[in-house]
């Protein structure tokens, strides 16, 4: 095993800054990566600091001196360059744009206020992370430098304040569009109605002033992340715009300033020389689209989790001591208060009722709208909403460690991790941009060549047209908007899902294994019948054995106790009490000898069972557990106990059935019980009872070896290592930590209606993402030949880099949409 403290395999940064050299001292500080690549847990050597690049500077976990946050859109802003100040409360806040500060003044505690939310729900010393490479991590906001998209918080805020990058590119974008249309009226516009708004001789020079701002200012990040893309050696889409907007217009720029410099192939009729600089500024204003629609699309996926936190009230009403009640804020709420959850009021945290009686909405665990009835010692959950009753609550978990915390954690957790199936499109990427680049030079030297005059017009267009369509953005996209629209849509259903792998496996599934006890069957045994011989009444016997059982730990014991106070009996004292392995337990109760247990312990103490063998037989077909009692060494009567089946459960097996799932149960139960059980559920093709942890694991793993795709349902701990030796596991949500630690997927309401809807997910998810990797395919395999110029042999039809900039955008929008789609699926 690798020693843990060793880093001398490793050397550099990992970002391809430069710098190769990493300290190995164990006792050194770990240190991100300089800002442009992964976190490293590397000591960086003290000579990486002052050699930092400048634009390293976004890696820093703090603001530099000079700069601070605008405390409306969260830009980065210089106190002392911009001119937008304004005082609140005795402090200063400066802002990026008079619209911000405008904003600010008008309504200053909406912005302090949304800060302050967020520092409460936001978890502390939360990275930065990209949504198609999560093993890119910051530590504040940045780019991912393989794609070069925005980089996302890994913990989730309520906090819905505008994402930064969308102000900044959403003011890019409206300048850019104001310009690009006056740029379109003097060029093309031109060209195709012959009205010319200007001279031939001014008309280059009025295009260059329009284009400039939207090139140099607009356009800038793709520049940034194109030249980071080069650097780092990781070719993206912002690879292709730079290249393909720069070249448009350098040399838009060079025919316009020193023209007589170029040779008569790229001269016109007359002597001009063409100028391409509404190919340069179209194709910015219309990549600036795609990335605004792109970053609102990925705003509304973010709305399921903000849903999900928003579940929880800000307050709550706590109890003092002294029987006083005042509104607190969350975050003052500590385990161990007592709250007064009112009528119509979401409960603020995981707790016990200790007073009152109500029932309580609790669709957002189970997905299903029943109220479940709630009274002293029940538990509720956090964000779940209290009927028409009165309850007081004691805090159990509070913070991050209620379950809603949890499920948003889950989520978010899920949203970024990777299927398999992003590997095709991971692999595609791979050579898909160097290979576009060699198609744009050969469609330029093929054009300037062989094409028409001017050639190295159509020569340049054409490169371009190819560099521009060719964007890769919606491959990239395909899968992690479906994974995370999806796995949203599945949280609200009361299906978690912990990864995206868990979600592909889940749609290969063929086979699925369950349980039997807690999954198919409530997990709570009850008491169903009572019956006495002649001689003794129904209600001193259930009391007399109470007393008994009282005193073990058995869960068939606990039912019959609970049975007893719900009828109000009083239980005796007890002595001498004794456990007789495989046989019962036996005591004294108020001075008389009571006996419980199975016909062998009848017969031990001289008592015969026989009168009861008919009752007990027909019990135990029916499922039931059965205990006989002797009463002073007489036969008294039996208890048959009984673990409930879930009521979903038969239509819930037929509806798998419907999916393709072969059912198989597995317990630990004996033959009868289960046997019985399976009757009453019906449709399982398979049943093996009697069975330890290790059998379940033996015989998934059996299933498995014969090609079998198993799922495997369970919910406690001994379920563990089965659900772990799945393809995917399912894990009830009312289960032990353990069993939902082992599964891929946890069904929070511990309803197996949950696991038809967490299959209908899985399709539904996974065939999204195949329509998606088709749409992403389908778009550059025609687009790039035809940007190529490949019709015009044959059609006379050109694709002018405008046009490929706008089918670039519309395969991202077609992407985004499809993946919105899965809102919408009925689960």
Partial sequence: MNDPHSHSDVSGCGCGCGCSKATTEPNAPALSCCGEGSIVKLPVEPHHQPAEPANCRRGRTENSAATVNDPVCGMAVDPEKTAQHAEHDGHAYHFCSASCRTKFITDPGAYLRNKSKSQHLAIPGAMWTCPMHPQIRRERPGTCPICGMALEPEEPSLDDAPNPELTDFTRRLWVAGTLTIPLLFVSMFAEMTGLHVVGAVAAPWVQLGLTTPIVLWAGLPFFQRGWTSIRTRHLNMFTLIALGVGAAFLYSLVATLIPNTLPAPFRIHGGMVPVYYEAAGVV???????QVLELRARAATGRAIRAL??????????????????????????????????????????GVVVEGRSSVDESMLTGEPAPIPKEAEAAVTGGTVNGTGSLIVEARAVGSDTMLAGIVRMVAEAQRSRAPIQAVADQVSGWFVPLVVLISLATFVIWSLVGPEPRMGHAILNAIAVLVIACPCALGLATPMSIMVGTGRGATAGVLVKSAESLQAFDKVDTLVIDKTGTLTEGKPKLIAVETVDG??????????????????????????VAAKERNLQLGAVADFASQTGLGVSANVNGRSIVIGNAAQMTRIGSDPKPLDAAADRHRKEGAGVMLIAIDGILAGLLAVADPVRTS?????????????????????????????????????????????????????????????????????????????????????????????????????????AIVRSRKLARATMHNIRQNLFFSFFFNGIGVPIAAGILYPFTGILLSPMLAGAAMALSSFTVILNALRLNTVKL
């Fill in 284 to 290: 910015v204003t219309l990549v600036l689209l795609g």
């Fill in 309 to 350: 936190m928003g579940l929880a009230p800000k307050t709550a009403r706590r109890i003092a001591s002294d029987g006083s009640e005042e509104e607190v804020d969350l975050v003052d709420i500590k385990a161990g208060d007592r709250l007064r959850v009112r009528p119509g009021d979401a409960i603020p945290v995981d």
């Fill in 536 to 561: 003794f009444e129904e209600n001193e016997m259930l009391a007399l054995a109470a007393a008994v059982e009282g005193q073990s730990e058995h869960p068939l014991a606990h039912a019959i106790v």
């Fill in 649 to 753: 459960a038969r239509g819930a097996i037929a509806d798998l059935r419907k999916e393709g799932l072969r059912v198989i149960m597995l317990t630990g139960d004996n033959q009868t019980t289960a046997d019985a059980i399976a009757l009453v559920v019906g449709g399982l093709d398979h049943v093996r009872a009697d069975l330890l942890p290790e059998d379940k694991s033996r015989i998934i793993a059996e299933l498995k070896a014969g090609g079998a795709k198993v799922a495997m349902a369970g919910d406690g701990i001994n379920d563990a290592p089965a659900l772990a030796a799945a393809d995917v596991g399912l894990a009830m949500g009312t289960g032990t930590d353990v069993a939902i630690e082992s599964a891929g997927i946890t069904l929070t309401g511990g309803d197996l209606s």
